[in-house]
């Protein structure tokens, strides 16, 4: 492998469009982490979940293995 290339998979912090005003925002969470984290409890608030037991069925669907 070239010296110079490395394999470096980065995020592009532009598709989340962080806000500043965050109410999660602290200064150990990135940006991204807090819009993620308005995102999930919006998304909750709204009822658009998945419960436990329809993770486990698609989990045992998709790998068969992990009866």
């Known amino acids: 492998m070239d010296s110079k290339r490395k394999n470096i998979a980065k ?5 989340y469009e962080t806000s500043q005003n965050a109410s999660l925002q602290s200064e150990e969470m990135h940006p991204i982490l ?3 984290l308005e ?3 919006a998304q909750a608030d709204k009822g ?6 329809e993770v486990m069925k698609r989990a045992k ?3 068969p293995f992990l009866k």
């Open 11 to 15: 995020e592009p912090s532009e598709v």
């Open 39 to 41: 995102k999930s409890i």
């Open 48 to 53: 658009e979940f998945l419960t436990t037991e």
């Open 34 to 36: 807090v819009k993620l």
């Open 61 to 63: 669907e998709k790998f």
